[in-house]
C-alpha cells in the first residue's frame, strides 16, 4: 500500500475537529461554554478586528475551557450585546487565557488556510491567509 500524503493529511487533520454535542450537555454546561466563546469572541474582536474574528472556533474555546480550568485565572463574567446578537444581551467570560488563545487562534488559522492552499489550491483559502498574515505582522 503506497502512502498518500494528501489523504493522510485530510483524513486526519486536527484543527477543526471539535464540535459541541449539545444534546449530551446540560442546559447550564451549555450556556457556561457559550459564555467562553462569546468571551473569546470579544477578544478576537478587540485584539484583530472583524478580520481575526472571522477565524473563530469551537477548538479554541476548548482550549480557554482548558487552560481556565489548569491555571484557574481571575474570569470576568459580564452580559453584552454584539454584531451576532444585537436584540438582547448574553453571558461573557473573559479571562487572561482568552486574550492568549485569541492570539493563538488567529496564527492556526492562517496555517490551516496555507494548508488547503497548498493540498488543495483553494483561492479563498489562500486569500484569508494573506489577510492573517498582515494581521500576525501588526
Given amino acids: 500500500m503506497l502512502y498518500d500524503k494528501r489523504k493522510w493529511r485530510y483524513e486526519f487533520s ?6 459541541v454535542d449539545q444534546p449530551e450537555l446540560k442546559f ?9 466563546y462569546c468571551g473569546l ?6 485584539a484583530h478586528g472583524l478580520k481575526g474574528q472571522i ?6 474555546t476548548f482550549l480557554v475551557i482548558l487552560l481556565t ?7 470576568i463574567y459580564s452580559e453584552e450585546r454584539c454584531v451576532t446578537h444585537p436584540l ?10 482568552s486574550d492568549y488563545v ?3 487562534n488567529v496564527l492556526l488559522t492562517y496555517y490551516k488556510c496555507m494548508d488547503d492552499w497548498y493540498d488543495e489550491k ?7 491567509a494573506g489577510v492573517l498574515k498582515k494581521i500576525l505582522k501588526a
Fill in 41 to 46: 469572541c470579544d477578544s478576537l474582536a478587540e
Fill in 14 to 19: 486536527m484543527y477543526g475537529y471539535i464540535v
Fill in 88 to 97: 438582547r444581551k448574553h453571558p461573557v467570560r473573559r479571562n487572561v487565557v
Fill in 122 to 128: 483553494k483561492v479563498l483559502k489562500r486569500t484569508y
Fill in 55 to 60: 477565524s473563530l472556533s469551537y477548538d479554541m
Fill in 28 to 36: 447550564r454546561e451549555f450556556d457556561k461554554y457559550r459564555s467562553y
Fill in 102 to 104: 485569541a492570539d493563538m
Fill in 69 to 75: 480550568g489548569l491555571y484557574e485565572p481571575e474570569t
